[in-house]
């Protein structure tokens, strides 16, 4: 280095780090865009050396022209420190030499990467709460007409913030850029044109040959690019069950060719509303594109975010308003600091043109995850109408696992029709994987459970399989609906239990074919009813039993028939009770107890005793043809009277002796 004066108060380009300097800046290279990262790097001396700590403080450099300089206009920027590199050191001139790199506030968000999800909020809020969580809000400014979308579910997954809110803007159509005033910079996050200011001088001419070019356009180069003439989106929602179309979105550009169509599928729009604006937002992002000016200038005070009105070119339809996107800025003094070298480059669009970032598709998960399913404190099983459920994934270091950890997930099921299909809702506490529609981190759904550490398998032996449910609340192992199915050879089995009811339903025939053994054991009453008739069939015995009563009732006849003997038999008595009684044989009917019998046959009736007693209440009448009356010993006939009358004839004989005895006694 040269002998040469370092005084600051001399210098055109000075420094600040974290408000400490000035220092002398001998090089300065500055990129700043709308809605991208913007990247300052100056070159500068101190006498004393700087700490690291200075690292995500501010930067301020600050560009003073000087009364001899025929530029009026200086320039400022303000950016947070992200590096800070010892390039040198003199030891004549005890001078430190450094070169820092500053980036603007929202790029420190690349260094920022988490999981998580926001519920029910809009764009807005959600912006308003990663800025919050960051430290960093107040080096921000949203100046949105609205709100945005409201999302009922969206993730952040191993995604940094930066690009997190970039893409987030994006879908919204919104913009940013940096302030660069005040004691720090600033990020302005919009939705209009209108929201970036105008150039400190906004009318500035355009001149190819002049002496004095410190204010004026050097270069003007008109580009115009081919691109897509229309644009269509398509989304499905899940609640509304149906395909959302946005509808053709055309190009205001004045070069359209129709062959040139744009068609994308599963952004995750939900409404009619909000697919139709998100088209248009994607077409004029599109359109912002296709024609853009490069320009060349030594104007410090130009920058992007900022608008002018070109004057003085020669193609009048050139002399309108413009919009800066991105822009080049190039200082680089002498040595002994009399003169700096400026100049810039930067593009630009017609004002009149919206200016829009281009759509950022989500980060796509393709991978499954695992999660755990939640809901309030106390409940066993949390759904909605639907039969969705909410989870706690695992990445998710805020949550709570309670009812509130996610939004509602639907459970893939093995058929899911309308008002019929298969129905098994994970139950709290279950682990359970989720997959994402088209890779939509926003779209999450349950696809299948599995078993870990906490929630074994219901069945240790591998030759088992089948479904168990839980009684709720407050089941246990042995309380649940269960179908088993065993396939160890010669043991197999299918092991059915009910809990409680158990319900068949058969709107037509029930068939059953039971090869071997058919066991029924009941604890309770059994009833069998049928509306029509109602058979029992054996091909070898069959037994009724019951250890008390046993009762056949019909509102009918009841018949009972026998290929053979029908016995009828009882401990103690047979009633038979009836209006009618009636008991038929073909050959025969005996009724006995003991040695006595009663026996009636085709040819008469025989009854036969050790003492036959035959006593009528009123009277007893024996009528035949003939009748005999005849006993071993002897034969009592009597009564209060007693008439013995033939119509013909009346015989008493005896072998020895007639006796007639009485009161009176008449013979006539």
């Keep these: 280095m040269s002998a040469t004066n370092y005084n600051e108060e001399q210098r055109p380009i000075l420094a600040k780090l974290d408000g400490k300097g000035p220092y002398i800046v001998t090089k300065l290279t500055v990129e700043e865009q709308i809605s991208n990262n913007s990247t300052f790097t100056a070159t500068f001396f101190s006498k004393e050396k700087i700490s690291e700590k200075v690292l995500g403080k501010v930067l301020d450099v600050q560009y003073s022209p000087g009364v001899e300089c025929r530029r009026k206009k200086g320039r400022r920027f303000l950016a947070l420190i992200s590096s800070l590199e010892n390039i040198e050191y003199n030891f004549n001139k005890q001078l430190y030499a450094y070169q820092v790199e500053a980036i603007d506030p929202l790029s420190i968000f690349a260094y920022r990467t988490t999981s998580r999800s926001f519920q029910d909020m809009t764009t807005k809020q959600i912006i308003e709460k990663v800025l919050a969580d960051s430290g960093l809000k107040r080096y921000f400014k949203l100046s949105t007409r609205n709100a945005g979308v409201k999302h009922g579910y969206c993730i952040q997954f191993n995604e940094n913030d930066l690009d997190f809110i970039k893409r987030l803007m994006a879908s919204e159509g919104w913009h940013y850029h940096c302030k660069h005033s005040g004691n720090q910079p600033s990020i302005i996050i919009a939705d209009s044109n209108q929201d970036f200011a105008k150039a400190e001088s906004d009318k500035i001419p355009f001149v190819v040959q002049a002496n004095d070019k410190t204010f004026s356009i050097t270069q003007w180069h008109y580009q115009h690019r081919l691109g897509t003439s229309k644009l269509l989106l398509a989304d499905h929602s899940e609640e509304l069950a149906d395909c959302l179309t946005s509808g053709e979105r055309n190009t205001t550009a004045s070069v359209k060719d129709n062959a040139l169509s744009e068609y994308f599928f599963g952004q995750g729009n939900t409404t009619k509303s909000t697919i139709r604006d998100a088209a248009k937002r994607q077409m004029e992002s599109i359109d912002c594109q296709k024609v853009v000016i490069h320009a060349q200038s030594a104007i410090p005070s130009l920058g992007a975010g900022l608008r002018f009105t070109l004057t003085d070119h020669t193609e009048s339809d050139y002399n309108q308003e413009y919009l800066i996107s991105q822009a080049e800025h190039y200082f680089e003094a002498s040595e002994n600091g009399a003169n700096v070298e400026y100049t810039n480059n930067f593009q630009c669009i017609p004002a009149n043109v919206p200016w829009r970032p281009a759509f950022i598709n989500k980060p796509s998960i393709h991978n499954i995850q695992s999660a755990e399913v939640t809901g309030p404190s106390g409940e066993e099983i949390n759904q909605d109408k639907f039969g969705r459920i909410k989870v706690h994934f695992h990445w998710d270091k805020d949550g709570k696992k309670d009812e509130n950890s996610s939004c509602w997930i639907p459970v893939a099921q093995p058929a899911a029709s309308n008002g019929f299909g298969t129905q098994f809702i994970p139950r709290i506490g279950d682990e359970v994987l989720v997959s994402f529609i088209d890779g939509d981190p926003d779209r999450p759904v349950v696809s299948g459970s599995i078993y870990n550490g906490k929630n074994k398998p219901p069945y240790s032996v591998s030759t088992q399989s089948g479904i168990k449910t839980r009684t709720t609340p407050n089941g246990n192992a042995s309380t649940a609906n269960e179908l088993r199915f065993e396939d160890k050879k010669d043991k197999e089995e299918i092991f059915l239990q009910a809990e409680k009811d158990f319900t068949v339903n058969v709107k037509n025939d029930l068939k059953q074919t039971v090869k071997g053994l058919a066991s029924f054991n009941i604890d309770k009453t059994v009833n069998w009813k049928s509306k029509e008739t109602m058979s029992l069939e054996t091909e070898d015995k069959f037994s009724t039993c019951a250890t008390k009563d046993l009762t056949l009732?019909?509102?009918?006849?009841?018949?009972?028939?026998?290929?053979?003997?029908?016995?009828?038999?009882?401990?103690?008595?047979?009633?038979?009770?009836?209006?009618?009684?009636?008991?038929?044989?073909?050959?025969?009917?005996?009724?006995?107890?003991?040695?006595?019998?009663?026996?009636?046959?085709?040819?008469?009736?025989?009854?036969?005793?050790?003492?036959?007693?035959?006593?009528?209440?009123?009277?007893?009448?024996?009528?035949?043809?003939?009748?005999?009356?005849?006993?071993?010993?002897?034969?009592?006939?009597?009564?209060?009277?007693?008439?013995?009358?033939?119509?013909?004839?009346?015989?008493?004989?005896?072998?020895?002796?007639?006796?007639?005895?009485?009161?009176?006694?008449?013979?006539?």
Aim: proline letters at 0%; aromatic letters at 0%; zero cysteines.
């Design 553 to 668: 009732q019909s509102d009918a006849t009841i018949s009972s028939t026998a290929g053979k003997d029908t016995q009828i038999s009882a401990s103690s008595k047979v009633v038979i009770d009836g209006q009618t009684i009636e008991l038929k044989g073909k050959t025969k009917i005996k009724l006995s107890v003991g040695s006595t019998s009663i026996e009636l046959s085709q040819s008469g009736i025989k009854i036969s005793g050790a003492q036959i007693s035959i006593k009528g209440q009123a009277k007893a009448e024996i009528k035949a043809a003939m009748i005999a009356i005849e006993s071993q010993a002897k034969t009592d006939v009597k009564g209060a009277l007693v008439e013995v009358n033939g119509s013909a004839m009346t015989q008493v004989k005896a072998g020895a002796m007639v006796q007639i005895q009485g009161a009176i006694a008449k013979v006539n």
